[in-house]
């Protein structure tokens, strides 16, 4: 048996992959799927409610068919594809449209990232966020809040808390983990540790849900700051890649330190297989970061177990947690 000859369509499909990017923003730009949810989900009631005309509607609609993210019916209505329903028609409780755009500017990045790889010099230690201010907090949390409440509700499906007195929540951004947690368990404290201008971020979504009274928000560098006493949880979801191993690794074993006899630690991340052969997703984050200029990249999942491992924590285990994109990484310090 010869292998199959090489042809250039998976090539073709890669090199045009933010055309795809493009017509999904289009698509969010316009509301186009609220609209089509709303009853204008023909060709021409879509070209005139999103002010577009038939011409472009029909080529949107034939690109949005084209990635399965609407479906048409005999008679020419479109309707759209239950992922779409749930996360891209606003007003809905999934609503993830700012998620699905919060890194749109660095397009022009992802197109001269060769350039800025070559440009070297990766000194800046937080990367991204050496530039935030309360402004651009609040956009990137909007985002971040979108698509981390979600998140938040399944770990706490998936973790159970019962007993436990105060959680501390490193880079806990909108504080989604914690106003959960409070959410599920009457007795719990939590504090979400993050960045000065996220802080009043922070406090606004606490104050939103009611839960004031139990959760607070508290500036705070994690890499460099003194970490709060009397936890007995520790939770770290989604900034793992912007860090190098040295980072995490210190970090971990300040999380051991503070934290409680007995307590437990869990690290959602975005990991690679140990074999470092995908997924994709963890290894684009670690990518991502030669845009900022952080010293991260992707970690895999035995080099987390072994920070976890190093620090002292015992019983670590690992489990997916968003297909293809988070695992959860989970220690317990001897009681
Ligand atoms: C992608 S957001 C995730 C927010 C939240 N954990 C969630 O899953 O919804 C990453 C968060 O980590 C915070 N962060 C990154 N580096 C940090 C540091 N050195 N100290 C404190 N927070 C940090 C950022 O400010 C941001 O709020």
Aim: with cysteine.
């Amino acid at each position: 048996m010869t292998a199959p000859r090489p042809d250039t369509t998976r090539l073709q499909r890669i090199a045009k992959a933010y055309w795809e990017t493009g017509a999904l923003f289009a698509a969010i730009d316009l509301e186009a799927f609220t609209l089509i949810d709303a009853g204008h989900n023909r060709v021409d009631t879509l070209g005139q409610a999103a002010g577009i005309g038939p011409l472009n509607a029909e080529r949107l609609l034939d690109a949005l068919a084209g990635m399965a993210l609407v479906e048409r019916a005999q008679d020419g209505a479109y309707r759209n594809a239950p992922d779409v329903d749930r996360f891209l028609v606003k007003e809905r409780r999934g609503y993830a449209g700012e998620w699905m755009t919060f890194l749109r500017e660095n397009w022009g990045d992802w197109n001269r990232i060769a350039e800025i790889m070559k440009a070297g010099d990766e000194s800046d230690r937080l990367g991204m966020y050496d530039d935030l201010t309360e402004e651009s907090a609040r956009k990137y949390h909007a985002a971040t809040y979108s698509i981390g409440m979600g998140a938040a509700r399944k770990f706490h499906r998936e973790v159970d808390l019962t007993g436990r007195r105060k959680i501390m929540d490193l880079g806990g951004g909108s504080g989604a983990y914690c106003i959960n947690a409070a959410e599920k368990y009457p007795e719990i404290e939590a504090v979400v540790l993050d960045l000065p201008p996220v802080v009043p971020v922070a406090l606004d979504y606490i104050a939103e849900n009611g839960v004031a009274g139990r959760v607070t928000a508290k500036a705070c560098d994690f890499t460099a700051d003194p970490l709060p006493e009397g936890c007995d949880v520790a939770i770290q979801a989604s900034n793992l890649p912007i860090y190098d191993r040295k980072v995490i690794g210190q970090l971990i074993r300040r999380i051991y330190d503070a934290l409680e006899p007995g307590g437990e630690y869990h690290l959602i991340g975005e990991m690679v297989n140990n074999d470092r052969m995908g997924p994709l997703a963890p290894a684009l984050w670690g990518l991502y970061e030669a845009i900022p200029r952080s010293q991260g990249h992707a970690h895999s999942i035995s080099e987390c177990e072994g920070y976890l491992a190093a620090a002292g924590f015992e019983r670590i285990s690992s489990v997916e947690f968003v297909p293809g994109t988070l695992t959860r990484t989970t220690g317990y310090k001897p009681g």
